[in-house]
């Protein structure tokens, strides 16, 4: 925007000075580029979908952890009783080696989640150039229904319809007005 009085060129423009030349240094110039390309790395649907797998996984892993630590046997049940038997250091090996196996499959599944539900949404986000609720039920639809797609028909029927409520709720708090 110029203002009457304003040589051409140097309305506001960052990096400019009031003759309209570049003030910015290489190193600004550079910085600016990196902050671009990261910018536009982040708007696409292949990064995002790979950032939201590896966080769900690192979720996961850590929510599988917690879960599996939570679990344990008492010694007055019969699988209790045949490791409270065991030495302690057995024990102690059993014990992480389970919560391993765990942390790794609940990992596994929240990636999963998130990297279908992720790109789908980008990738519908594209389609309509709309960024709306629709945009959510419907991919949480689609992660829904091809999560429960190998149980059969019904089960994908009923994850699509659970995954796109939840999806809903989300978005809908999500998209509410601070006050």
Not at 26 to 49: F, H, L, N, V
Not at 61 to 87: C, E, H, K, R, V
């Amino acid at each position: 925007m110029n203002f009457p009085g304003m040589p051409p060129g140097a309305g506001g423009r960052p990096g400019t000075d009031v003759s309209g030349a570049d003030s910015m240094s290489a190193e600004d110039r550079q910085q600016q580029m990196m902050i671009k390309g990261m910018q536009a790395m982040m708007e696409s649907c292949p990064a995002k979908t790979v950032m939201a797998g590896g966080m769900g996984f690192a979720l996961g892993g850590a929510f599988g952890l917690f879960m599996s630590s939570m679990n344990y046997d008492t010694p007055l049940s019969p699988q209790g009783q045949q490791i409270s038997s065991l030495p302690m250091r057995e024990q102690l090996r059993r014990g992480f080696k389970d919560m391993g196996t765990r942390s790794y499959s609940s990992a596994k599944n929240f990636a999963l989640v998130g990297a279908i539900f992720s790109g789908t949404e980008c990738c519908i986000e594209g389609y309509r150039a709309k960024n709306d609720l629709t945009n959510g039920i419907a991919a949480g639809c689609i992660t829904g229904g091809a999560l429960g797609a190998r149980a059969g028909p019904q089960a994908a029927a009923v994850g699509c319809a659970g995954f796109a409520a939840f999806s809903a709720a989300i978005d809908y708090y999500m998209r509410m007005p601070s006050e």
